[in-house]
């Protein structure tokens, strides 16, 4: 069974970078999954930032794009987001999830809290 | 963008009694890629539903998914204690993905 475990600081000030990291076990990173980062808001609904594909290939919510890079590391097994620019605004649990609709398979981290304050 | 809207916001039921939640799209879901998840307070949204009525691996029966189109509808038959939770659906035919606000089932 495929588990992902994000991690990466908990705390970001303002304008800063927030960077996490998605640890894949269990399965190959270079399999048929698109890897992807959801966010919620404390209290709100989930937000889709984006994807990448094994090959490198990306998508990315329009809404966040000026600020988004979703990369992958095959050598390491992991996906990685960066969000620069941040803001009080994009305090939320940070989700690292990986799918294969076709099969029917969607795999998600645990989620990490990342606040976004002085 | 494809807007999802979730009803009702909150739904008030007892264990025993049916589920019906619906979400409706902006604009026609391309081959009806459409899932449901189930999430619990400080946990991970949970698959249920793909494909608009594919059940996921190890969901029960209990859990079932209809519509096309715009139109999509997520029936628990009989509610039990472990189903009270949010529900949201989640689009992923089109790009940006998206996902409807969410339904709270609650316990009456």
């Known amino acids: 069974?495929?588990?992902?475990q994000e991690s990466g600081p908990g705390l970001v000030k303002p304008s800063e970078t927030l960077s996490l990291t998605c640890a894949v076990s269990g399965g190959s990173i270079s399999s048929n999954n698109w890897w992807s980062w959801v966010r919620q808001p404390p209290g709100k609904g989930l937000e889709w930032i984006g994807e990448i594909y094994h090959?490198?290939?990306t998508n990315y919510n329009p809404s966040l794009k000026s600020r988004v890079t979703i990369s992958i590391d095959k050598s390491k097994?992991?996906?990685?987001?960066?969000?620069n620019s941040v803001t009080a605004a994009d305090t939320a649990v940070f989700y690292c999830a990986g799918d294969d609709f076709q099969s029917g398979k969607v795999f998600w981290g645990q989620g990490i809290l990342v606040t976004v304050s002085p | 963008e494809i807007v999802l809207t979730q009803s009702p916001g909150t739904l008030s039921l007892s264990p025993g009694e049916r589920a019906t939640l619906?979400?409706?799209?902006?604009?026609?879901v391309n081959s009806n890629y459409l899932a449901w998840y189930q999430q619990k307070p400080g946990q991970a949204p949970r698959l249920l539903i793909y494909g608009a009525s594919n059940r996921a691996t190890g969901i029960p029966d209990r859990f079932s998914g209809s519509g096309s189109g715009t139109d999509f509808t997520l029936t628990i038959s009989?509610?039990?204690?472990?189903?009270f939770a949010v529900y949201y659906c989640?689009?992923?035919?089109?790009?940006p993905r998206t996902f409807g606000q969410g339904t709270k089932v609650e316990i009456k």
């Open chain 1, 1 to 4: 069974q495929v588990q992902l």
């Open chain 1, 55 to 57: 090959s490198g290939s």
């Open chain 1, 77 to 83: 097994n992991q996906f990685s987001l960066k969000l």
């Open chain 2, 22 to 28: 619906s979400c409706r799209a902006s604009q026609s």
């Open chain 2, 78 to 83: 009989r509610l039990e204690p472990e189903d």
């Open chain 2, 90 to 95: 989640q689009q992923y035919g089109s790009l």
